[in-house]
């Protein structure tokens, strides 16, 4: 299927920070694709909290699992709009890259203790790890990915850190539009982690089917599934119901999508740039419903007591490598100290080598360093 005319393409990209020779046998956005499944903080996701510790069980999703399944749904958003799959496909996949062991609350307790020192945000330490801290090519820093991937991996940005950014800041200033690969791989993330959350909420048994009738989105899909399939198993229902769920969003973010686009007569990806608001969306009766599901899961699953128990555990794992690394810089790893070098002095320099060492780790390695450092009996 050929792409739409504002859909990006190879040949509109505003290119890589490091000059390359084009890729023979694929697409500049794949490329990029494979160069983010290649890479080690990829790899480390399938160690990072979603919900769920880790440890806590196998069939729970992961930042890696929730990461493919992002991907999936943004390319079947994508090849029904007519936009780049592969673009979509590499966002999809690197948006969490960046993102610290035990889930957002992980990424509290850091960006608590780094506030004297600008603060830490997932998504630009996501956009740091492709154009700095992965080491892999000999001719250049990072993944130099192409300038579409990196303004689909910064969803959010202040104007104070954008102005830091170059090019890449530049749309938070001027207060244009992301892509719409890039908008349809925000909201396949907003799609994929709500329902997953659900299935892995009912799976733990911190939340029931009873509390989750009463939520709009999910009760018509319950009651739809139980009418056409009343024998069926209680986990073959719940999968029937989330599936039908993730589809209702879907075919109403394609339809509302295409309605936008149709108004607003964007005719390239320029002008998808400087329109006022994202082309991309649900409608306001699917969005409503969509903001009820969020609520309930941050009060029901998130907030649960034993959510929180985990939470609290992970908070004080965060602040105490932070606080013991910020002491003394001989307990990093050489190849961190090795970082701070030309900068020893620099409390700053200091704090953000310390945050890249702690937001790169998997939550059991966290565990284990936490002990290694805090455990007496643990010495080595």
Do not use: W
Not at 70 to 94: F, H, K, M, P
């Amino acid at each position: 299927m050929p792409l739409a005319p504002f859909a990006a393409s190879d040949a509109a990209s505003r290119g890589r920070r490091h000059s390359e020779v084009a890729p023979a046998y694929r697409s500049e956005y794949q490329r990029d694709r494979d160069r983010i499944v290649h890479c080690g903080a990829f790899r480390r996701l399938e160690y990072k909290t979603q919900v769920f510790v880790n440890h806590e069980g196998d069939l729970f999703r992961t930042r890696l699992t929730h990461s493919i399944e992002v991907a999936q749904i943004g390319r079947s958003i994508a090849r029904t709009l007519q936009l780049n799959e592969d673009l979509t496909e590499a966002i999809s996949l690197a948006h969490d890259l960046g993102h610290t062991p035990f889930g957002h609350s992980g990424q509290d307790a850091l960006n608590a203790c780094m506030q004297e020192y600008g603060g830490f945000e997932h998504n630009l330490q996501s956009l740091r790890v492709v154009d700095v801290l992965e080491e892999r090519y000999a001719e250049f820093p990072g993944l130099n990915l192409t300038f579409e991937s990196r303004e689909g991996i910064l969803k959010h940005c202040s104007v104070k850190n954008a102005e830091q950014l170059g090019d890449i800041g530049r749309r938070f200033i001027e207060k244009q539009q992301a892509s719409l690969e890039a908008q349809v791989a925000n909201l396949a993330d907003e799609i994929a982690y709500n329902n997953h959350d659900v299935d892995d909420g009912l799976r733990s048994g911190l939340i029931t089917i009873d509390q989750l009738r009463e939520i709009r989105l999910f009760g018509k899909q319950y009651d739809e599934v139980v009418k056409r399939h009343p024998g069926v198993t209680e986990r073959v229902r719940i999968h029937e119901i989330v599936r039908r769920m993730i589809n209702r969003l879907v075919v109403d973010l394609v339809d509302e999508s295409r309605r936008r686009l149709t108004a607003s007569q964007v005719q390239s990806i320029d002008e998808v740039r400087a329109a006022g608001s994202s082309l991309i969306g649900f409608s306001d009766a699917m969005r409503d419903e969509s903001l009820e599901l969020k609520r309930f899961l941050r009060t029901a699953l998130y907030n649960h007591y034993r959510v929180r128990r985990m939470t609290r555990k992970a908070e004080q794992i965060v602040a105490d490598l932070f606080q013991v690394f910020m002491g003394d810089r001989r307990l990093l790893p050489p190849q961190f100290q090795d970082k701070l070098e030309a900068g020893q002095g620099d409390a700053l320099a200091r704090a953000r080598v310390v945050a890249d060492y702690i937001a790169g780790m998997t939550d059991r390695y966290a565990i284990r360093e936490h002990k290694r450092l805090f455990d007496p009996v643990e010495l080595t």
